[in-house]
Structures are given as C-alpha cells and as structure tokens.
C-alpha cells in the first residue's frame, strides 16, 4: 500500500464554476503559477487548492490561497475576449487559418454586423478601411493581439504592435493595387482561376470579389459548394476551405446548419460526425449540411475541421450544460458525449479534447458545481469508459495534454495502477467479442504504451510487458494456438494456418508471438518435414507448388 500523497490544484473561475488550470508539486510553483494566470488578466478569480491523499485513499482539500482579478476599466466592447493570439512573421501568415480564426472571434460581432469573413477582410481595400473607419476599433484589436503575442514570444510589446501596425499596412497596399486595376468579379471559380494565372493573392482577391456580393452567410456558402462542384476546384480545395472554415466560426451559422438538435450534446457529436463526413441531417437542416458532409468525406476541409473540432474541444469542456432544458439528464448526456469522444483506437481531438473531458467530468461526475480533485474526477471518468483498453486510450492522450504534464506522478502512479489491476483479458476487452478481435485490442494496448512519447522508456517497457502476460496467460487459457494447430487436420492446412496466425498482428511481439511461433518451429524442426507437407496437400500435383508458397509465407511472416 502506497503512503500518504500531496498535490497543488491551480484552479480559474470559469462561469461561476472553478476548473482545473494546472497541477503542481509544490506550494510554492502553485501560488507563483496562479498568480501569473491572475497578473494575465484573463481570468477572473483563480485559487490553489492543497489535495492530501490519505493512506486509505480518501482526500481531504484545503483552499490555501483564493485572489479575485482587479476590476479595469471595460475594454472595447466591440471586441470579444480571447486568451491567445498565433505569432505571424511574415503577410502570408496573416492571411493562414490560424490568424483568420483568430480575428474571427476577436472582431466577431463587427463580421457579424458587416456580415463579411476574415478572408474578405483581409483582400478587399474598400472592407479595410471601413473597418480602420471604425472608430479605434483597429487601434483596440492590433493592442490586444500585440499583447498577447508578445507575452507568448517574449518580445517587447511596442515591436510587436509596430510589426502588426506595418504589417497592416502592407496588407492595406496589397488589396488597394488589385482594387486598382477594376476587376469585375468573377461568375464561376474557373473564371476566377483563369484570371488569377496561378497567383495564389489573386485567386483570392477574385473569390472575393464575389463572396462580397453574397450579402448572407449561407449565401457565401452556398457559393463554395458550387465552386467546389467544378473540374477547376480540384488543385484549388485550400482556397475553398479556408473561406468555409471561416464561415463555420460564427455560432449561428453552426446553429442553422446542424438543423434540429435535441441539446449541446447531440449538436457537438453531429458537428464530429459531419467533420468525419459520416453524419445524416438532421430535421430542419438544409441542403448545405449534406453537401459539406460530401467535402469533409472528401477529405476536402482540413482547416475547416480543425475550426469544428476547436469548437467541440471548447464546448465539450465549457460550462454550457449539455442538456439545458433537464438538468437529471446532464450525467447522461455527458456519457454519451464520452463514448463518442472515447475509443480503443482514438480520442477523438486528441490531447486537448482529453483535457476538455476532464475538465467537464469534474463537474459532472461530481453532481454539478463543487470542485473535486483531478486525480478523483479522472477516476470517477476512467469508471465511465467501456474496458481496459479505451481507458488506457484516455490516460496515454491525457498524458499528452498541458493538464496531464502538470499532474505529473499523479497520473502515471494512476496509470501503473490501471494496468496492474487489470490482469485479466476480460478486463480489458469484452467477452462478446471474438477471440481475433480480443487479441488485436490488446495487442494495440500494448503497441500505444510502447510507442507512448510522454513516459520514460523503462516505465513503458514495463507497462507494456505485463499486457503482454496478459496475453499469454489468454493463450495458455483459451488453448488458443491449439485450436488453431489442429491434430486431426492435414499437416500442410496446419502449418499454414499456424504461419498466418503469427503473421495476422493479432499477437503482442514479445512473449505471446513467440510462443505461437514456437509451435511453427515445432513443426519445421520434425524430421522430413517438407516430404510429410508435400504429401499431406490434397492435391499431390500441386504439393511443390504449396510448399513454395509455404516457404514465401515463412518470409512474410518474418521466420527469415
């Protein structure tokens, strides 16, 4: 039994809920941690909490520091709140996704009201400078991405805003001098390519010039999935999606284009379904829904489903209930909301859609409101998820995450704890499942812990090698290799049937391949082998013929 633990929760105010920002080692790093996060002005209240693990299990929580941020002065209400800003180096980075998104949510409601994208922004002189018209609009955003760019970078504020300040202006030139040739706006996207002559800045500019006279989101969208449609579009999809991604950030258009959506939970696992191109429309959603469907199937929308997929991770670990209209239902809703997430194979999201669930599971599998531990949440979590294996899943992409750096040995003692307790193939991988099947879902558990780059080698190795014995012990059990090295069957059929078997990636390389590949050697190693084998073939005609394909086999299947 282990001892008694301590653990240091840095913990923010997030819409009258406390959610977990970081873990530390110590009181020390604790209190300087949050207050950095306070000091940062994004947040506004932030705590650490001291977490005491008794011997017996139980946790005791004491809140050793709690700080309120200092009331400012309101900002430019016309600018929404965002906590990070991507570093641009050079134009072509204010014109990338992650810039674009960027302004999307920062100047949001000024897109909504000018009902224009940051892709149209960013190309037409006359959008610049109604938007520099603005009042210090302008002036407002360059100062609070300047901000947070140079807190991230380390670079003196008043260089950043310069660079974003002259930046803006070579911006402004580039649109001006296309805006002085007169172009008229293109009527199809082939027309818009032939006049672009394969400049990447032109064929964008063209695009807007049409996009601009679409005076509605879903008229702007409906125009790509036609421009999508033609022969043209196939070495110019980047160009499409980056205005698709664009149009996916405001929360209407979301809204309309799910159609019917019972609540947040059912929405968020339609948007992974349509980012997957494997969702069905809902009621009420239109046509668009499905032809955006066909791309994402395509494979045609990367930037767009890593805007979608920010979304969900935003959502899925926010603070808007899951199921607004019934409160009972929020556990529910969440599990469902889990197991879409949650595979054997995948989180879906990866790293930050892990945390994200943590985050949520802390208030959720808790009852709603009051803080609990993250080790505690994570394991109220972990007995949320099917088996084994999609739990080990979770805690290898968890691992990964800025909140899983942070719990450090919390989560690796949790990890050890999994694997050891689980030393039965029942429990990791359910008994309706057929034994290749079973086999293969350990062999992948085995394979994520051994290629995990966020544990150290020996601790891995370790992990790795009792699923392995986890395995052998299922072999043994089932007489697995038994049943497939039948006595009663012709030598030939045996032997082939055994070589296929080690072959198949059904078993762990380690303990378990080699004792099937034992038996192959078996056979091999009796004296003339090869004269039985000929002779047991069905067909004697053909018994050289197999048993050179048996030698091939030996080869693919690595026996050398």
């Not at 923010?12 to 809920?17: F, I, P, R, S, T």
């Not at 948007?271 to 009621?283: F, M, R, Y």
């Not at 809703?333 to 889990?338: E, G, N, Q």
């Amino acid at each position: 039994m282990s001892g008694s633990k301590t653990s240091y929760e840095v913990q923010v105010l997030a819409d009258k809920n406390w959610v977990i920002a970081e873990m530390a080692p110590d009181e020390a790093k604790a209190k300087a941690f949050a207050e950095n996060l306070l000091q940062a002005g994004n947040h506004a209240a932030v705590r650490v909490v001291k977490d005491f693990e008794r011997i017996d299990g139980t946790h005791s929580e004491t809140i050793i520091m709690e700080k309120k941020a200092t009331e400012k002065a309101a900002g430019d209400p016309s600018l929404a709140t965002i906590t990070e800003a991507p570093l641009c180096s050079d134009l072509e980075d204010f014109y990338a996704q992650p810039s674009r998104t960027t302004i999307g949510k920062l100047l949001r409601k000024y897109l909504d009201e000018a009902l224009v994208t940051p892709f149209e922004l960013l190309h037409d002189a006359k959008e610049m400078k109604r938007f520099g018209d603005k009042g210090n609009l302008l002036f407002s955003a360059i100062d609070r991405v300047a901000g947070l760019q140079a807190k991230a970078s380390g670079e003196e504020g008043k260089a950043r805003k310069d660079f974003l300040d002259k930046s803006w202006e070579e911006l402004g030139k580039r649109a001006r001098d296309f805006a002085a040739k007169k172009p008229k706006a293109p009527q199809t996207f082939a027309e818009a390519v032939a006049s672009s002559g394969g400049d990447a800045f032109l064929l964008r500019s063209y695009m807007t010039l049409a996009l601009l006279e679409k005076r509605s989101w879903f008229g702007k969208l409906d125009l790509l999935v036609a421009w999508s449609a033609e022969p043209e579009a196939k070495g110019s999809m980047v160009e499409i999606d980056a205005v698709i991604a664009d149009l996916t950030v405001p929360a209407q258009v979301i809204q309309d284009l799910l159609g019917f959506q019972s609540n947040l939970s059912a929405a968020l696992c339609t948007i992974v379904s349509l980012t997957e191109g494997a969702a069905e429309a809902a009621k009420f959603a239109p046509q668009t829904f499905t032809e955006l469907n066909r791309l994402f199937a395509e494979g045609s929308l990367p930037q767009s489903r890593e805007v979608l997929m920010g979304r969900v991770v935003r959502e899925a670990g926010g603070t808007n209930p899951l199921s607004r209209n019934d409160s009972s239902q929020e556990y529910e809703m969440f599990h469902k909301l889990l197991t879409r997430l949650v595979d054997k194979d995948r989180v879906v999201g990866g790293a930050p859609m892990a945390e994200a669930l943590l985050q949520r599971g802390a208030r959720v599998l808790n009852g709603g409101g009051a803080s609990v531990s993250a080790p505690q949440a994570l394991q109220l979590l972990l007995g949320a998820l099917a088996d084994g294996c999609v739990r080990l899943q979770f805690l290898l992409t968890l691992a990964g995450s800025n909140l899983g750096r942070s719990m450090g040995e919390v989560l690796t003692e949790m990890l050890d704890a999994h694997v050891r307790r689980s030393n039965h193939i029942d429990l990791w991988v359910p008994v309706r499942l057929a034994p290749p099947a079973r086999m293969a879902a350990l062999t992948n558990a085995n394979k994520l812990l051994r290629s995990c780059p966020n544990l150290v080698d020996g601790f891995r190795k370790e992990l790795a090698d009792r699923i392995d014995d986890v395995m052998v012990r299922y072999l043994t059990a089932e007489e697995i290799i038994e049943k497939v090295d039948k006595p009663d069957d012709p030598l030939a059929m045996r032997a082939i049937r055994l070589v296929k078997f080690c072959g198949s990636g059904v078993l762990i390389e380690g303990k378990s391949l080699n004792m099937a590949k034992a038996r192959v050697v078996e056979h091999l190693r009796q004296k003339q082998f090869e004269e039985k084998f000929v002779a047991s073939v069905p067909d004697p005609s053909q018994g050289e013929k197999h048993l050179r394909d048996f030698h091939r086999l030996l080869v693919e299947c690595g026996f050398g």
